[in-house]
Each structure stands twice: as structure tokens, then as C-alpha cells.
């Protein structure tokens, strides 16, 4: 027989070892912590306080069965008496008509039941928690993904940090509830036809938060309990330049200067990696980058951001090394040297071992935003690029590694998230307004610190292009507004190929109509990774004059869409709305709409299909119904529930303007790009 005990803001149950909290936690949402004997209150997770305006729960109780009522949902715990091996079991009800969101079940008719802790000596357990499966259920989110799937409903996945491979460990479900995992350890999901089960290989309790609404009502919910993201600076959503590496202060001028004599638009210009004297200096080489300030000076009055590059790794030939060792800055090892990585950085003539700076700790948090301010924000540098930010280890063992923050196993998958509050809090501090945090990982609750996501070291394949648009809707029912990817890919291409240019152009078109709008790949010829590489050709006028001309032109595109863009960033600071999201979000009563991966809404009036296959110069788009479209290039009107082929010459998507909205796509009547 269970104890069930009222608490302010919820509900404390215990039945045998175990002990299950239960807390209101923002509007229609409830916490849910679960552990032996204790709860701890010490955790590393992403909910850190109860959301303003949290309303107090309707707790009710009798000797086997309490229910939680926040608004819209209701949360039912029981002890089921029929049961051989009775324990305790928590379900989760829509409260308006009473509908089964969610609800654990045991493992087994016999045991274990439905969470299981499974000790590991060491004061913490391999935690394993399961739900009943759905066979209707479809879910979305997870973080960002290579399998090339946007609904994740049957697969079995990692809950680890890997390059191109962001956990973020939430789901939106179309049964009308979100699910986060609130912890950081390494673990797994399982989305099974028999069971959904979540798993921890190492770590002190369960501890996980469920909320209830349309997609739309999770999103803000989410956004609520875990930080809304700022509003996007004005500059960041233009175009942004990058190649793999500009070796030098004159080439990367150079490159901005030819913008400007071709009047083509430029927000930001990326300074890439090994400009530093050595990894964890967080300093231009003098060598190669005589004057920044003068440089950042020159591009800002072209209207031009400088971002740099900022990697978390530490080389021994730093001379900072002594003190991030000494004093205990860096991510420790429960065995051998604190060193993670091998990298050929400067003054290296073969690979050597690196280690990584460790963000969860203050102190380090602290030592390494004072270099960044003296190195690079007081030379009017506001934009930082956090590579490698997983951490990247080799081996990527987890388990080796400590931080402040706990043991790798436990804590590791918050890395990036901690990262990015180095720098937010670091620019907050300074008085700066938020700036964009360019990340290759994250986890909940990156989002409130500016932390924009990309998906990594990708091929430059049309089968890399197609994953990208369910990637970039993944990364948005995440709860990340700000989203980008390598248009052309990052791994290879060669701008004399044709093959490759008729690439480039899709791929730019789709980056259009992003979030951010992001040049960047390793071009041919390439080279061993190390301090002397540079990458080949990756500026708009690289690929050849039909290319160029296309590109440009979309360039002026996006210029036209900023506005509209900007109405949609603020909503998503404001609602927790991503501007990129699929067609399900504002169209969730079109079960067709449930079904489409390979399009996408630009906020509510532009609905996006991207062409992902070779040579095609037409293809099929769905339009969602209870609206008309219109065709944004021709002015073609279509009805809204059906499929339709719409024209993809070379030159353009398609792209479809929702009936009655005034989205400037296309250049205005009469004007010389007409």
C-alpha cells in the first residue's frame, strides 16, 4: 500500500524502497521525479525552477490511488491491487475530455514494474523507465539525427553528444503531449512497437517533466520550463560567409571586399579555426593576423560581423597550460592523463594529444571568458563559433571522463549547453546584447543562451541534402529556434564539377529559406586536417557564371525576407515557436499534413519544398487544407488539401505563399532584378 503525502506543488507518494515526486511545472505540465529511499535535490538537468505563473495543483488522495490535476492535464498514480507484484504507476490524462496521453507500464507481469534501478556500487544505478507503446503514435524532436527520419516513432537511439548527432532528449507527440527526459547521463531511447523505455547507464534518479496541448502548446510550454531563446540580432539573418579556413587577415578582407564590389549582401564573415597561436590561448596569430582590430574595424563599416572560431580544446603548448591543469580547469579522466583529443595544431609537426576545458566548472567558466574578452570582444568581436562542442573525444568514452558538474557518464551530454553559457553569461556581464552561439551540439535548455545549432561535418551528397530538411524540423520540435546548416555540405564538392554546382544551387535555395543562411564546406582539394590546411574555392562566384548567377540572386531573396523573418524570430523569443517547423504544427486538424518530411512552413504564410534529387525540374508539393497557395515565382493559385506539381526550374523551389499573406519572395514588378 502506497503513502501518498500533499506537498506544496504536488504530490510525494512512497510505496516500498521508492519514492515518486510529483510537481506542477508550468502551465498543463507536471515534473516527475522518481528514486530510491531519497531524491536528490542536486541534479544537472534543465529544469531548474518551477516556470512563472505555474498555477497550484488539485491534489487528491485515498489509500491506492492520488491524482495531480494542472490544467489540462491529469496525472493519476495508483497501485494497482490486482497486480502479483504490485508498484507504484503513474498515467497521464488529457483533463478537458479525460483521453490517455501517457502511462508507464511494468516490464513484466511479475517484475520488475515500470521504473527499474539497478545498482552499480558506486551510489548511483543504471535507471530504466518504460511507457506503453502506441500503435497510432507518431513522435518528433530528439535533437538532431543522421538516420533521415523526422518522426522517430520505432526507432532505438543514444542519448550521447556526437558530431552531427545532437541530443537533446524531447519529443513532441501527436497523441498531444511532450515528453523530456531531464537528465544528462548517457543512455538510450527505445520508440518500440511494445514498450517506449528511456534509460541512464549511470545516475541517481528519474527524472523527467510531461506537458499536454497541440505541438504549438508544447513548444511554448517547453520553452517556459526550459528558457526561452533571445530575440535574433538584427545583423544575424543575413548571409553569413565561411570557407574551411582563410589562413590569413588579407584573404579573409579580400573576400568581404568583393562582396561589396559586386553589391552582393554579407551579414558575417567567419574566421575558421587554427588563427589561434595554439589551441586554448584564444588569440589571433600575429603572424598571420597582424592587425584584428583594424580588420574588424574595415568590415564592420561594410556592415560585416566577424565571427570566430572558439574550440573548447587546451594544447600543451599553450601558455596557459600549467594554470588549466593546475587548477583543476580542465575535464579530468578517472584514469591516465587529462588529454581527449589529437590534433596537429601550431607548432605541432604530428598529431598531439589535447584536452578540453571543462564549462561546467565556474572557475573555468570564468578564466576562459576573460581571454575571450581580452583576445577578441575588445577588439569588437561579437560573434562566436563553438566547435567541437559534444565534446569531441577520442576515443568518445564518456565514462573516462569527470567535471565539476559529476562524472562524464552522468553529466556529459549538458557539455554544450554549459559551453554556451560561458559565453552567453560572459556577453551579459560585459553588457552586450545576446548574441548567436553557432553550435555543433546542444542539449535542453541551450536554446535560452543564444545557441544557434548546425548539423555538422555532413557529406556533400543529395542524400545528405534530403536529411537535412527533416534534420533542421527535428532540431525545431526540439525547442531550438535557430538552425542552419553547411550549404553544399561539409565534406567535399568541387566547384568545377557541374554535377556538383547543380548541388550547390539546390542546396543554397534551401539554405534561403533557413533559419540562418550559412556558406561553409571543405572543398577540393582537401587535405589533412592540421594547422596549414585551407580548403578550396567556397564563395558564391566559385562555381561557375550560371551558378553564380542563381546564388546571387537568392541572395536578394533572403535580403527581402528579413523582415518577415524577424516577425517570426521574435515570436519564437516570445511563444517558443520555431519559424522552421513542419506542416503539422500549423496544420495539426490535416492528418495528410502528419505525413509530409520533405517541406516545410516558414512561419505561418510560406510553405517551402526544397528540390533533393538530381536533375529534377518539377516536383510534387502538398498544400495544406483550409487555406489557398499561391505560387511565390508565378502567381500560380492552387486550392489547399491536395498534391500538386509545381514548376522547379533550375533557378528556383518552389516556394507557395499562404492565401492572403504579403511575403515578398519574388523581387517587385518592373525592379531590375525583375
Not at 347 to 355: C, L, S
Not at 369 to 377: A, F, I, P, S
Not at 595 to 602: A, I, N
Request: with cysteine; glycine share 10%; charged share 25%.
Amino acid at each position: 500500500m502506497a503513502l501518498f503525502e500533499n506537498v506544496p506543488g504536488g504530490l510525494v507518494a512512497h510505496h516500498r524502497h521508492e519514492v515518486v515526486r510529483i510537481d506542477a511545472w508550468g502551465r498543463d505540465s507536471v515534473r516527475v521525479r522518481a528514486a530510491r529511499y531519497r531524491l536528490d535535490d542536486a541534479d544537472h538537468g534543465a529544469l531548474d525552477a518551477p516556470p512563472p505563473g505555474t498555477p497550484t495543483p488539485v491534489v487528491t488522495t485515498d489509500e491506492s490511488r492520488a491524482t495531480v490535476v494542472v490544467g489540462e492535464l491529469t496525472v493519476v498514480v495508483t497501485v494497482p491491487s490486482d497486480a502479483a507484484n504490485p508498484e507504484l504507476e503513474v498515467a497521464f490524462h488529457r483533463t478537458s475530455d479525460g483521453a490517455e496521453l501517457l502511462r508507464e507500464q511494468p516490464m513484466h507481469s511479475w517484475a520488475p514494474g515500470p521504473r527499474t534501478y539497478t545498482g552499480t556500487r558506486t551510489g548511483t544505478y543504471e535507471l530504466r523507465q518504460e511507457f506503453v507503446a502506441y500503435d497510432d503514435e507518431r513522435l518528433f524532436g530528439l535533437g538532431q539525427r543522421t538516420h533521415g527520419r523526422l518522426d522517430v516513432k520505432g526507432l532505438a537511439l543514444d542519448l550521447v553528444q556526437r558530431n552531427g548527432e545532437v541530443n537533446v532528449p524531447f519529443v513532441v507527440s501527436s497523441r498531444g503531449y511532450g515528453f523530456l527526459w531531464n537528465n544528462p547521463a548517457v543512455g538510450r531511447v527505445e520508440f518500440a512497437a511494445n514498450a517506449t523505455r528511456w534509460q541512464a547507464g549511470q545516475s541517481r534518479q528519474i527524472d523527467y517533466w510531461v506537458t499536454a496541448g497541440s505541438p504549438a502548446d508544447v513548444l511554448a510550454r517547453y520553452a517556459d520550463a526550459t528558457g526561452h531563446s533571445p530575440d535574433l540580432p538584427a545583423w544575424a539573418s543575413g548571409f553569413w560567409q565561411s570557407k574551411l579556413r582563410y589562413r590569413t587577415q588579407d584573404e579573409l578582407l579580400e573576400v568581404a571586399r568583393e562582396h561589396e564590389r559586386r553589391g552582393l549582401p554579407l551579414s558575417v564573415l567567419v574566421c575558421d579555426y587554427f588563427h589561434w597561436t595554439a589551441m586554448g590561448d584564444f588569440a589571433f596569430d600575429p603572424a598571420e593576423w597582424p592587425e584584428p582590430e583594424a580588420m574588424v574595424k574595415e568590415l564592420r563599416e561594410m556592415g560585416v560581423e566577424l565571427m570566430v572560431s572558439i574550440w573548447p580544446t587546451v594544447s600543451p603548448l599553450s601558455r596557459h597550460w600549467a594554470r588549466y591543469r593546475d587548477e583543476g580547469l580542465l575535464v579530468g579522466t578517472d584514469q591516465g592523463l587529462e588529454v581527449h583529443q589529437t590534433v596537429r595544431d601550431k607548432g605541432m609537426a604530428t598529431p598531439m594529444a589535447v584536452g578540453f576545458y571543462d564549462p561546467s566548472n565556474p572557475r573555468t567558466r570564468a578564466f576562459v571568458w576573460d581571454l575571450v574578452r581580452q583576445n577578441y570582444l575588445d577588439l569588437g568581436i561579437r560573434v562566436w563559433w563553438l566547435d567541437a562542442s559534444e565534446p569531441e573525444l577520442n576515443p568518445a568514452d564518456p565514462q573516462n571522463v569527470v567535471l565539476h558538474a559529476g562524472p562524464g557518464a552522468q553529466v556529459i551530454n549538458a557539455y554544450p549547453r554549459d559551453n554556451a553559457r560561458l559565453f552567453a553569461e560572459g556577453m551579459a556581464a560585459e553588457g552586450h546584447e545576446p548574441t548567436v552561439l553557432l553550435s555543433r551540439s546542444a542539449w535542453a535548455g541551450s536554446q535560452r543562451y543564444g545557441a544557434a545549432v548546425w548539423s555538422g561535418d555532413i557529406p556533400a551528397t543529395w542524400d545528405s541534402l534530403a536529411t537535412q530538411v527533416r534534420a533542421g524540423l527535428g532540431v525545431a520540435m526540439s525547442g531550438i529556434p535557430w538552425w542552419t546548416t553547411d550549404i553544399g555540405g561539409f565534406h567535399g564538392g568541387d566547384a568545377a564539377d557541374p554535377a556538383y554546382r547543380e548541388l550547390m544551387v539546390r542546396w543554397f535555395q534551401f539554405g534561403t529559406f533557413c533559419p540562418l543562411f550559412r556558406l561553409h564546406g571543405d572543398r577540393e582539394p582537401r587535405t589533412a586536417t592540421g594547422f596549414d590546411q585551407t580548403g578550396g574555392p567556397n564563395e558564391v562566384w566559385s562555381f561557375g557564371d550560371e551558378a553564380y548567377a542563381i546564388l546571387a540572386d537568392h541572395l536578394h531573396v533572403r535580403e527581402r525576407l528579413r523582415p518577415y523573418l524577424h516577425e517570426q524570430m521574435s515570436r519564437a523569443a516570445r511563444d517558443g515557436l520555431p519559424p522552421m517547423r513542419p506542416l503539422f504544427v500549423d496544420f495539426g486538424d490535416d492528418a495528410r499534413a502528419w505525413d509530409v518530411d520533405d517541406q516545410f512552413l516558414l512561419g505561418p504564410d510560406l510553405l517551402v519544398a526544397p528540390v533533393l534529387r538530381a536533375g529534377e525540374r518539377e516536383r510534387d508539393v502538398y498544400l495544406p487544407a483550409g487555406t489557398a497557395w499561391t505560387d511565390a515565382w508565378t502567381g500560380q493559385r492552387y486550392d489547399g488539401g491536395a498534391t500538386v506539381r509545381v514548376p522547379a526550374p533550375l533557378e528556383r523551389i518552389p516556394v507557395l505563399v499562404r492565401d492572403g499573406a504579403d511575403v515578398p519572395v519574388a523581387p517587385p514588378e518592373g525592379s531590375a532584378a525583375d
